[in-house]
């Protein structure tokens, strides 16, 4: 009797988040699946969390398994989104059967969905289709596609994340999914491996003024060193440093709209981190503003005097790609 | 036009100018290298780290725009002259391995006539390290991050702010409260101290006692000296200054191992069949110690002595002035640890593979008996021990005498000592007599000079009459021209790969022969565009 032994998700947390104005509770899945096509990104460390390779029935069966554990495990009234990420792409066939996106669509219908994917399995008709799935009235989107944008300059996207697409494939993907009318959400990374502070920063400015009138939503996460990835690798080595928090206020402050942005990691060796001593305040805001959009609270942090603050201006301004990191 | 000429060298360290446009600079030196390259800001995205994989450095690797010329262990690419950038150089020091190995790797493919730039690199802990690797120049990044990190700089380490109040530096930076300011001064002051230490030819020393207050500089230390090619290439053949060997590192020195691998392999002893080993003394040469003059007046001329010592492992008579045998010098306790027991009894026992006696008497105590008695088990030698106490003891000296008892007479031969051992030949030295003293020392065949002696390292220096009884090696092939004064890098053809800094060769073209002394190695003889390599002393026009 195989379909009655249970199958966890990778990982699936209860949160809040800011959706179209206001803060709703979230419900955060990652799902173990055949694993990413490309599989190839530096700091990816779901790279060895995949399925073996499975018969496309056999793998359909076990991801309808997960999502059969997360029915029975979180009610349904205690959240009104869902994000579903998958290590790799929603919306690749081979990846995640489509029988799968339809029993996803039956369980969580009426949810707002947002579901992770490369933009090359942005298909008009299969996004119609899941979005036609879930859609209970009740949303104005009840799906926005995210896709893993990370920047939308090209050379930083191929040099420090190999992550073989380009800026013109995710707009390609953005009026696909807006033409089967689901929202696009997209992820930028702010400091994946080979760039100074400096050049990090102005990425991420860039990148959001950029994709600013393209995306429906902007979430930025903030590189962080995890187990079995080049990126670690690379910071054994005293070739890599996540962005300084000071870095991340300069961003988030500096930006037309707002940005949503998960810390994880934050105050931490492996993740963005500033002295050890003013880390905690500014974690606990940048999370806060995530929720609030208040950028006078990040105003006031960025604000806030510490020692180290003129050791991150002078990495700012100091630090070239020939002589870096020059921090740990 | 961007030109870079060393004058002085110290192993991989240099004292060089550097020319890049107007400018002309002395290095080593730090310098605003922001102003002296005015284009350096400007490689944006171009970071790629020194322990990233092949394809990466192949696909994304870039030298950048004119000077400098951005380098990578996996893309060394430069031609004569230029100043190299080995970008990310700060990350190295933490893993000392690769450290050692990139540094060779980014050694043997760059010409040695470049400047080495190591940005962001240099603190007053770390300049003499960089320099004793082969760096040259060095900007102010690492001191002012120092001083923005509230961090006080000296040689010994990164320290608290609050150290500047306690007095351990008087400069004008500390006396103004201006951190920055003493930052920068300390890196200076390291650096003119590091340079003064490679004019003096004693940069080793420096840099042993540099290394303490970090392991992963003491490391890096060890995995330089593990490489013994790279390293000994370098390395001039002799100094006329002192060799301290006051720590662990001293016996790992090229040249230690040189010195006995010369004593194995070149060295032709003088013909008996009894040797006599004896213990060493604190004044170089050893002959001129009282206990020497004991123990050679006790041997008279009966067997072959050698001088069983630490850290050069063996010492032959003929050999004593040579450096480094005549300018070493130990801490001696009397207490020999097991590393250097091992290290030495390794080398007598090759040694006596090499070179096989009849009888061999061990006028030694303590330490240096305990290493005789290691390498005699390790080939199978009775060793017969003529010390009854100190050395020096009337007993000891009587047994000497008695175990000599009936040994046939003969003369040291320190001209066939010293020429094999310099020239890796065996000549004869029939009718060849030393003359002289100390200081002024020849070596003759009647009235006419083959060698004199250089009183500061102890080599030969062969007079054209000289070189003709060395058939072959220490020769370098020049182009068509008449040398006037020196020979410089680019008119050499070809030269024996064997010749060092400081080695007595044989210059011979078409036009001329000369003899003189190299200024550089043969490695950058062949590899480099610009610089003396040979100072010449006689010239002779052939054809005249």
């Known amino acids: ?89 929603f919306f690749d066939p081979d990846e995640v059967p489509p029988a799968v996106r339809r029993a996803v669509a039956e369980a969580f219908r009426g949810k707002a969905v947002i579901a992770e994917t490369r933009p090359e399995y942005v298909d008009a008709d299969a996004v119609r289709e899941f979005r036609e799935g879930i859609d209970s009235g009740d949303w104005d989107k009840p799906l926005h596609v995210a896709v893993g944008l990370e920047t939308t300059n090209d050379l930083i996207r191929e040099r420090s994340i190999d ?72 910071w054994k080595q005293h070739a890599y440093r996540p962005p300084y928090l000071w870095s991340v206020l300069d961003v988030l402050i500096s930006s037309p709209v707002h940005i949503l942005c998960d810390p994880v990691g ?52 100091g630090e070239e790609p020939f002589c870096m990191p020059l921090t740990r | 036009m961007s030109r870079y000429e060393a004058q002085k060298r110290d192993g991989l360290a240099r004292i060089g100018t550097y020319e890049y446009e107007e400018a002309s600079v002395s290095l080593p030196a730090a ?104 760096f040259d120049l060095f900007d102010y990044r690492g001191v002012d991050l120092a001083s923005a990190q509230k961090k006080f700089c000296l040689s010994e380490g990164e320290f608290p702010a609050s150290m500047m109040e306690t007095g351990v530096c008087g400069c004008e930076g500390c006396r103004e409260g201006d951190l920055a300011r003493h930052n920068r001064l300390a890196l200076d002051r390291e650096i003119a101290l590091v340079r003064h230490y490679v004019e003096a030819g004693r940069l080793r020393e420096l840099m042993e006692a540099r290394c303490r207050t970090d392991a992963a500089q003491v490391g890096i230390l060890r995995f330089l000296d593990r490489n013994y090619a790279f390293m000994e290439r370098s390395l001039p053949v002799a100094r006329a200054v002192p060799m301290r060997a006051n720590t662990a590192e001293s016996q790992n020195r090229a040249e230690v191992r040189r010195f006995a691998d010369r004593v ?23 002959s001129l110690s009282r206990s020497h003059r004991l123990f050679v007046n006790t041997v008279n001329r009966r067997a072959h002595e050698l001088i069983v010592t630490s850290p050069l492992g063996l010492v032959p008579r003929e050999l004593e002035r040579v450096y480094p045998a005549g300018h070493y010098d130990v801490p001696v306790t009397g207490y020999w640890d097991r590393e250097e027991c091992a290290f030495i009894a390794d080398i007598l026992t090759r040694y006596f593979a090499a070179h096989p006696y009849r009888r061999v008497i061990a006028h030694l105590e303590g330490g240096a008996l305990t290493v005789a008695e290691m390498a005699a088990e390790a080939c199978g030698i009775d060793l017969e021990v003529t010390c ?41 030295t029939k009718g060849l007599q030393l003359r002289g003293r100390s200081m002024q020392m020849a070596v003759l065949r009647g009235k006419q000079q083959l060698f004199s002696i250089d009183a500061g390292t102890g080599l030969f220096r062969p007079t054209f009459e000289g070189w003709d009884l060395i058939p072959e090696g220490y020769r370098v092939r020049i182009d068509s021209f008449v040398p006037q004064g020196d020979v410089l890098a680019p008119g050499i053809t070809a030269c024996d790969p064997r010749i060092r800094e400081g080695d007595e060769v044989l210059v011979e073209g078409p036009l001329a022969i000369a003899t003189g002394r190299a200024t550089m190695g043969a490695d950058e003889m062949l590899r480099s565009k610009r610089g003396v390599a040979i100072r010449v002393r006689k010239v002779k026009k052939l054809g005249e």
């Open chain 1, 1 to 89: 009797m195989v379909s009655k032994l249970t199958e966890k998700p990778l990982a699936s947390w209860r949160g809040k988040d800011r959706y179209e104005g206001r803060i709703l509770d979230t419900l955060t899945v990652i799902f173990r699946s055949g694993g990413c096509s490309w599989n190839r990104c530096r700091m990816c460390g779901y790279r060895h969390e995949r399925y073996p390779d499975l018969p496309r029935d056999e793998l359909a069966e076990r991801l309808i398994r997960q999502v059969r554990w997360v029915k029975e495990n979180f009610r349904d009234e205690d959240y009104q989104v869902l994000k579903i990420f998958t290590s790799g792409s």
């Open chain 1, 163 to 234: 992550k073989g697409f380009s800026y013109a494939d995710f707009l390609r993907a953005a009026e696909a999914a807006h033409a089967a009318g689901a929202g696009m959400k997209a992820y930028l990374l702010m400091k994946p491996p080979f760039l100074t502070e400096r050049e990090a920063r102005d990425d991420m400015i860039r990148s959001i003024r950029d994709v600013a009138p393209v995306a429906d939503s902007i979430s930025m996460n903030l590189c962080t060193v995890q187990s079995r990835t080049e990126v670690e690798h690379l």
């Open chain 1, 266 to 317: 934050g105050g931490q060796m492996r993740g963005p981190h500033n002295c050890g001593a003013c880390d905690g305040p500014i974690v606990k805001g940048i999370a806060d503003y995530s929720l609030s959009g208040d950028v006078g609270l990040l105003r006031a942090l960025a604000e806030t005097e510490c020692g180290c603050k003129e050791e991150w201006e002078f990495v700012l301004d």
């Open chain 2, 31 to 134: 310098l605003d290298t922001d102003a002296l390259f005015p284009t350096l800001r400007e490689r944006a995205l171009s970071n790629v780290p020194l322990a990233i994989d092949p394809a990466f450095v192949q696909n994304y690797f870039s030298p950048g725009e004119g000077q400098p010329v951005a380098v990578h262990p996996l893309a060394a690419s430069a031609e004569s002259g230029d100043c190299v950038m080995v970008a990310n150089w700060h990350t190295a020091e933490k893993n000392p391995r690769n450290y050692a190995g990139w540094l060779a790797a980014l050694k043997e493919k760059l010409p040695p006539d470049t400047a080495w730039y190591a940005p962001a690199a240099a603190l007053p802990s770390t300049a003499c390290l960089l320099v004793y690797s082969g």
């Open chain 2, 264 to 286: 194995i392999e070149r060295f032709v002893p003088t013909r008996t069949d009894v040797a006599v080993l004896l213990p060493c003394s604190a004044r170089k040469p050893y």
């Open chain 2, 388 to 428: 009854k106490g100190h050395p020096t003891a009337p007993g000891s000296l009587h047994a000497l005498d008695a175990a000599l008892e009936g040994e046939r007479r003969m003369q040291t031969d320190t001209i066939r000592g010293t020429v094999s051992w310099q020239f890796a030949t065996d000549i004869n």
